[in-house]
């Protein structure tokens, strides 16, 4: 009797039907296809391509409908559920949501995928049963579609695959493999979330830079807006200005001290501001 590897297409053909399903011979073992899991009749006799897994009682279970992930074949999967002592499930298009042990995922919690996100993963055989496991740097840069100048400066979207503090790295949409510096971000991103920003560098191995920033212009009357918002929550007063540490100014602005010098500029320019004694007061309160 021959072994049946999980997590692949196998060929058999009907054996006998049962009350809810279909007894399948595959490799001279009996393999069970609910009704359920299959979308048409089946005739005795009749070969058929199934995709095969053991099922929650551990044993085998057969599904014509191919999922597109599959051991060693690589795509995305939705995540479905979120247990921080064990991983995350995704689904694959089974009827079985399969777990991604959390050796898998980062360290910190608070980057990992919350559910409804995207993974790109492919299968593995761990005591007999599926895990998923995350696509390595080398199979996105595999993978990835070759970047052209034309790019620069478009809108691209995708879901991210890694992150730290240097910066995050995600798959588009259209398989460009793109990078996100943390100057370019105002948080950390976690894995499987969908971004969008605006290609700002093509490099010469066909991937992007990406910002998530807004254009100059506009993120300078962002960051203004910000100093004014909490200048009308302090009664006007801020303990900040362009000789303060610029830790404190990203601990509560969230952007650099240089852009809160920028925006600053822009309110001192209008006359909305004016500073002394290393603070900064609002000119009129904003009715």
């Known amino acids: 009797m ?48 199934v995709f095969i897994f053991n099922n929650e009682q551990k044993k085998l279970q057969a599904t014509t409908h191919i999922p597109s992930v599959q051991v060693g074949i690589y795509d995305w999967a939705k995540v479905t559920h979120v247990n921080p002592n064990i991983g995350v499930f995704v689904n694959i298009g089974i009827d079985k949501n399969i777990l991604m042990p959390h050796e898998q995922l980062p360290s ?26 995350l696509a390595t740097e080398e199979v996105f840069f595999n993978h990835r579609e070759i970047a052209t100048n034309d790019l620069f400066n478009a809108s691209i979207s995708g879901h991210v695959y890694n992150t730290g503090r240097e910066g995050t790295a995600f798959f588009s949409n259209d398989q460009y493999r793109g990078f996100i ?12 979330e969908l971004v969008t920003g605006r290609v700002i560098d093509v490099k010469s191995d066909g991937t992007v830079n990406v910002s998530l920033l807004p254009l100059k212009e506009d993120r300078i009357a962002q960051d203004a807006e910000a100093i004014l918002n909490l200048l009308n929550e302090l009664n ?26 920028r925006a600053l500029g822009k309110l001192l320019k209008e006359g909305k501001v004016k500073q ?8 009129q309160k904003d009715q």
């Open 276 to 283: 002394k004694n290393g603070q900064t007061y609002m000119t």
């Open 2 to 49: 021959q072994n049946i590897q999980i997590g692949k297409v196998h060929t058999g053909f009907i054996f006998r039907q049962v009350e809810n399903g279909y007894i399948l011979r595959v490799n001279d073992r009996n393999v069970f296809l609910p009704f359920e899991d299959t979308d048409y009749y089946i005739d005795d006799d009749e070969s058929i391509n």
């Open 181 to 192: 510096h943390h100057t370019e971000r105002n948080r950390e991103l976690r894995i499987g």
């Open 236 to 261: 006007g007063i801020i303990p900040f200005s362009d000789d303060s540490d610029p830790k404190d100014i990203r601990h509560t602005f969230g952007f650099s001290k240089s852009a809160f010098k």
């Open 108 to 133: 910190l919690i608070s980057v990992w995928p919350q559910v409804g996100d995207y993974l790109y993963v492919t299968l593995n055989v761990q005591k007999d049963n599926l895990i998923a496991l």
